[in-house]
């Protein structure tokens, strides 16, 4: 209590000594005086975030209404901005925005550009961290063309960074790592040690996420020497948690532990809130693994709360899954349902797809934005040496073959990209029938007391989501992975209507399941519809075969799935005004992939009694081009 007396004691002198000075009628102190004494007062501010967060929101509402009173455009923006910075430390972002937002109109009056620029990229942080990513980078794109005006490499390279966690957040690993090396590089030349360790750290969760592990480790331990050197509390907090990831990705879990706890600790101590529901699920997953799950459900539900109050939608997902799985680790099947249901709820909301499109268009207006401000440098330049008719006729003819070869690829283009996304949405959603059935087949096990079915059917379709849902952001899966989805869909069904659908794979030994890659989830949707459309539920014979043949004269993978159920011919007559939606999907997939590879991808659909009047079912052929790890 002594304390925080004496602190609000000091804060009161602090600002009342700065309004008398200010305000003082004495001519003879002159107002670079009291520029200096307002700024004094702001680096105050920026003290007070860390010893004391609700002092420092207090003494810059007063530090915000001195400035207004010198009606000075330039200190009333840096007040605004600070208080906003504040706000933000604390996690409170719609009124960090508030702040903002008003100090941008009075930096563009004080003709401030740099300032303006830092202040967009605030904005796109807030909004990069609360998951509307199309906003954050509307706004990073805003801060990087000031940038580029003013030639502020730094701010650029921070751009750069930033827009490669957008990226991360999307899934696009490519793009991420593409944004965080071109940042690096830039940093590097200036040899700023605090962002460069920032960086490095950005790469090493990147290569954590895709499990190479002696990649992210020397990023990593890059990123954890040069915070000590360079780096802020905040910065060693994030540090510590990803070194913690990293030992725990190792099964040093002690080791894990401990750097969870110091990071908490940090965050803590600096009220980084929306930074502490992450520090808390890692924190529990270690628990779990080690069997302490009081200690692992109490850290979840204090991530909850914090989820909940903060609108933090990635975190409160992370959260329901662990708690899922938590609570199937301790047999309480009935609490492991209701959360997997609202991890499903909350996933369903975050709509990627919206998203990535409006991203896609953002990026190629600024493209578009980019090339006619070079064009138009390269104008001015030329008309210095008095050859602008030239520079004009050039710009035309350009201009002229630019609009006619983008009005002919546009369609097209426009096209498959619609279709890729399209095809990305479908992939990573599971049929929603055979979702909610599989969840009514658990409740009714649950019901009728049969908690081991229940609790095997569980685990086979959380594995099964879980396969689907890390497959369908990857262009291409290793064949086991795609066997394994097989499997899994295969054995739920056989477990969902107790008839057992036999099934085998015949697979050439010259096919390492491990190196060989191929894009995902082809097989399920023929597999499904050939337990749905072939009749297969209703045959006690019912067969599945999925053979796979490597083609050393074509370069390619032939993969076959055949069934002996009614036959594609037989179904299309009996239901001539129904088509199966995976055959075009299939088709939509095949046609995307030939155009962006050099090798193509073919399917061929056959109906085996036009074979073998004997005969019925149907076999679905894919030729693959090999491709490798």
Same mark, same amino acid.
């Given at each position: 209590?002594?304390?925080?007396?004496?602190?609000?004691?000091?804060?009161?002198?602090?600002?009342?000594?700065?309004?008398?000075?200010?305000?003082?009628?004495?001519?003879?102190?002159?107002?670079?005086?009291?520029?200096?004494?307002?700024?004094?007062?702001?680096?105050?501010?920026?003290?007070?975030?860390?010893?004391?967060?609700?002092?420092?929101?207090?003494?810059?509402?007063?530090?915000?209404?001195?400035?207004?009173?010198?009606?000075?455009?330039?200190?009333?923006?840096?007040?605004?901005?600070?208080?906003?910075?504040?706000?933000?430390?604390?996690?409170?972002?719609?009124?960090?925005?508030?702040?903002?937002?008003?100090?941008?109109?009075?930096?563009?009056?004080?003709?401030?550009?740099?300032?303006?620029?830092?202040?967009?990229?605030?904005?796109?942080?807030?909004?990069?961290?609360?998951?509307?990513?199309?906003?954050?980078?509307?706004?990073?794109?805003?801060?990087?063309?000031?940038?580029?005006?003013?030639?502020?490499?730094?701010?650029?390279?921070?751009?750069?960074?930033?827009?490669?966690?957008?990226?991360?957040?999307?899934?696009?690993?490519?793009?991420?790592?593409?944004?965080?090396?071109?940042?690096?590089?830039?940093?590097?030349?200036?040899?700023?040690?605090?962002?460069?360790?920032?960086?490095?750290?950005?790469?090493?969760?990147?290569?954590?996420?895709?499990?190479?592990?002696?990649?992210?480790?020397?990023?990593?331990?890059?990123?954890?020497?040069?915070?000590?050197?360079?780096?802020?509390?905040?910065?060693?907090?994030?540090?510590?948690?990803?070194?913690?990831?990293?030992?725990?990705?190792?099964?040093? /879990? %002690?080791? @894990? *532990?401990?750097?969870?706890?110091?990071? $908490?600790? +940090?965050? &803590? =101590?600096? !009220?980084?809130?929306?930074? #502490?529901?992450?520090?808390?699920?890692?924190?529990?997953?270690?628990?779990?693994?080690?069997?302490? /799950? %009081?200690? @692992? *459900?109490?850290?979840?539900?204090?991530? $909850?709360? +914090?989820? &909940? =109050?903060? !609108?933090?939608?990635?975190? #409160?997902?992370?959260?329901?899954?662990?708690?899922?799985?938590?609570?199937?680790?301790?047999?309480?099947?009935?609490? @492991? *349902?209701?959360?997997?249901?609202?991890?499903?709820? +909350?996933?369903?909301?975050?709509?990627?797809?919206?998203?990535?499109?409006?991203?896609?268009?953002?990026?190629?207006?600024?493209?578009?934005?980019?090339?006619?401000?070079?064009? @138009?440098?390269?104008?001015?330049?030329?008309?210095?040496?008095?050859?602008?008719?030239?520079?004009?006729?050039?710009?035309?003819?350009?201009?002229?073959?630019?609009?006619?070869?983008?009005?002919?690829?546009?369609?097209?283009?426009?096209?498959?990209?619609?279709?890729?996304?399209?095809?990305?949405?479908?992939?990573?959603?599971?049929?929603?029938?055979?979702?909610?059935?599989?969840?009514?087949?658990?409740?009714?096990?649950?019901?009728?007391?049969?908690?081991?079915?229940?609790?095997?059917?569980?685990?086979?379709?959380?594995?099964?989501?879980?396969?689907?849902?890390?497959?369908?952001?990857?262009?291409?899966?290793?064949?086991?992975?795609?066997?394994?989805?097989?499997?899994?869909?295969?054995?739920?069904?056989?477990?969902?209507?107790?008839?057992?659908?036999?099934?085998?794979?015949?697979?050439?030994?010259?096919?390492?399941?491990?190196?060989?890659?191929?894009?995902?989830?082809?097989?399920?949707?023929?597999?499904?519809?050939?337990?749905?459309?072939?009749?297969?539920?209703?045959?006690?014979?019912?067969?599945?075969?999925?053979?796979?043949?490597?083609?050393?004269?074509?370069?390619?993978?032939?993969?076959?799935?055949?069934?002996?159920?009614?036959?594609?011919?037989?179904?299309?007559?009996?239901?001539?005004?129904?088509?199966?939606?995976?055959?075009?999907?299939?088709?939509?997939?095949?046609?995307?992939?030939?155009?962006?590879?050099?090798?193509?991808?073919?399917?061929?659909?056959?109906?085996?009694?036009?074979?073998?009047?004997?005969?019925?079912?149907?076999?679905?052929?894919?030729?693959?081009?090999?491709?490798?790890?």
């Amino acid at each position: 209590m002594c304390k925080i007396a004496l602190l609000s004691l000091y804060i009161f002198v602090i600002s009342f000594n700065l309004k008398a000075s200010i305000f003082s009628t004495d001519s003879l102190i002159q107002p670079s005086v009291f520029h200096d004494q307002l700024l004094d007062s702001i680096k105050k501010v920026k003290l007070l975030r860390s010893s004391s967060p609700t002092e420092c929101l207090k003494f810059g509402e007063r530090v915000i209404d001195m400035a207004r009173e010198t009606d000075i455009p330039s200190l009333i923006g840096l007040a605004e901005k600070t208080q906003g910075v504040s706000y933000f430390y604390q996690g409170v972002f719609d009124s960090a925005l508030h702040h903002y937002n008003k100090a941008i109109p009075k930096f563009l009056e004080a003709k401030q550009e740099l300032d303006v620029g830092k202040v967009y990229n605030n904005i796109a942080i807030i909004y990069r961290r609360t998951s509307k990513s199309e906003l954050a980078l509307e706004n990073y794109l805003k801060a990087k063309e000031i940038y580029e005006q003013v030639d502020y490499v730094k701010g650029i390279a921070s751009i750069y960074s930033n827009v490669g966690g957008v990226y991360y957040n999307l899934g696009n690993y490519k793009e991420t790592e593409r944004y965080y090396l071109l940042s690096l590089a830039l940093l590097e030349k200036l040899n700023f040690g605090a962002r460069i360790a920032k960086v490095n750290m950005n790469l090493g969760v990147l290569y954590l996420g895709q499990s190479q592990l002696d990649k992210a480790s020397v990023y990593l331990n890059k990123a954890n020497i040069l915070t000590e050197e360079y780096g802020k509390l905040r910065d060693k907090g994030e540090v510590l948690i990803n070194l913690g990831d990293l030992a725990f990705y190792k099964k040093e /879990y %002690k080791k @894990a *532990l401990d750097l969870y706890v110091k990071c $908490e600790s +940090i965050r &803590l =101590q600096i !009220n980084d809130y929306w930074g #502490l529901p992450k520090n808390y699920i890692f924190t529990a997953k270690c628990l779990t693994e080690i069997g302490r /799950y %009081k200690e @692992a *459900l109490v850290k979840l539900k204090e991530s $909850e709360t +914090i989820c &909940l =109050q903060y !609108n933090l939608r990635e975190d #409160l997902h992370d959260t329901y899954v662990q708690q899922s799985i938590l609570f199937e680790k301790m047999k309480e099947f009935e609490q @492991a *349902l209701i959360y997997h249901k609202k991890n499903v709820e +909350i996933r369903d909301s975050i709509d990627k797809s919206n998203r990535s499109k409006t991203l896609e268009k953002l990026e190629f207006t600024h493209f578009l934005d980019l090339k006619e401000k070079e064009l @138009a440098i390269k104008d001015l330049d030329l008309s210095r040496k008095n050859i602008l008719l030239l520079s004009l006729l050039g710009f035309i003819l350009f201009g002229v073959a630019f609009i006619l070869f983008y009005l002919r690829s546009r369609s097209h283009q426009n096209k498959l990209q619609t279709l890729s996304l399209e095809q990305k949405i479908r992939l990573s959603q599971m049929n929603p029938h055979f979702l909610f059935n599989s969840l009514s087949v658990i409740q009714d096990f649950i019901l009728d007391r049969e908690n081991d079915k229940a609790f095997n059917y569980m685990s086979k379709l959380t594995g099964l989501i879980r396969g689907v849902l890390e497959n369908s952001t990857q262009d291409y899966i290793t064949v086991r992975e795609e066997l394994d989805i097989l499997t899994a869909y295969i054995e739920l069904q056989n477990l969902r209507f107790d008839n057992d659908i036999s099934y085998r794979f015949d697979i050439d030994s010259d096919i390492d399941l491990d190196e060989i890659r191929i894009p995902p989830m082809l097989a399920q949707p023929i597999i499904e519809n050939a337990l749905i459309h072939g009749e297969l539920r209703n045959n006690p014979d019912a067969e599945i075969k999925i053979c796979l043949l490597k083609n050393v004269d074509k370069n390619s993978i032939d993969f076959t799935i055949e069934d002996n159920g009614v036959g594609i011919n037989s179904k299309q007559k009996s239901l001539s005004m129904h088509k199966p939606m995976a055959t075009d999907i299939l088709k939509d997939r095949v046609r995307i992939y030939n155009y962006y590879s050099k090798d193509d991808l073919s399917i061929e659909v056959i109906d085996l009694k036009g074979l073998n009047k004997d005969l019925h079912g149907t076999r679905v052929r894919f030729r693959i081009p090999l491709f490798m790890n």
